[in-house]
T-cell receptor, first 115, second 111 residues
């Protein structure tokens, strides 16, 4: 049973570029969330998707957008990259919807470096 | 505004002894609390959770205590093992939705 898988694992982008990160949730999971973890900090909630809609959003600018597909996989897009966007981006999934209370599982993350 | 705080960036404990990691929160609406463990180059791994209707939850060597009046929770690991060396994150949620994380505590278990 594969867990939460993310791609790519590492990438380097230039300021002003756009990036797309991908996530496949754990089998049977229908709710996907994205978190940003800067060096030395805890993960910060970006947004959550359920039934292909954004259900909840954290304090991130509109440059951060996402999508959930019918197979529950998800993408995180960041436009007009800034140096401060350099971080580990974590995808998390759970089963049964945003309010299910079921355990949230994390992927290994995508390391983004903006130069 | 840091709603979840882990005030100890690091903790060093001898193998076989008890490790106690602490976490404080400010939002009284939080009703679900979790601890995650993170190794370098890996995503956080769920360890143990507790609902606000309880004050203690045990799972093997791991016990989480919740003191709602003090808005404080702690994770006890006993006995501590070298494989427990990792960064531990405390997280909280309201209505089982988004997780709010602390900054993490790096635990080192010394042989």
């Amino acid at each position: 049973d594969a867990g939460v898988t993310q791609s790519p694992t590492h990438l380097i982008k230039t300021r002003g570029q756009q990036v797309t990160l991908r996530c496949s949730p754990k089998s049977g999971h229908d709710t996907v969330s994205w978190y940003q973890q800067a060096l030395g900090q805890g993960p910060q909630f970006i947004f959550q998707y359920y039934e292909e809609e954004e259900r909840q959003r954290g304090n991130f600018p509109d440059r951060f957008s996402g999508h959930q597909f019918p197979n529950y996989s998800s993408e995180l897009n960041v436009n007009a990259l800034l140096l401060g966007d350099s971080a580990l981006y974590l995808c998390a999934s759970r089963q049964g919807g945003p309010r299910s209370g079921n355990t949230i599982y994390f992927g290994e993350g995508s390391w983004l470096t903006v130069v | 505004d840091q709603q979840v705080k882990q005030n100890s960036p690091s903790l060093s404990v001898q193998e076989g002894r008890i490790s106690i990691l602490n976490c404080d929160y400010t939002n009284s609406m939080f009703d679900y609390f979790l601890w995650y463990k993170k190794y370098p180059a890996e995503g956080p791994t769920f360890l143990i959770s507790i609902s606000s209707i309880k004050d203690k939850n045990e799972d093997g060597r791991f016990t989480v205590f919740l003191n709602k009046s003090a808005k404080h929770l702690s994770l006890h690991i006993v006995p501590s093992q070298p494989g427990d060396s990792a960064v531990y994150f405390c997280a909280a949620s309201e209505g089982a939705q988004k997780l709010v994380f602390g900054q993490g505590t790096r635990l080192t278990i010394n042989p």
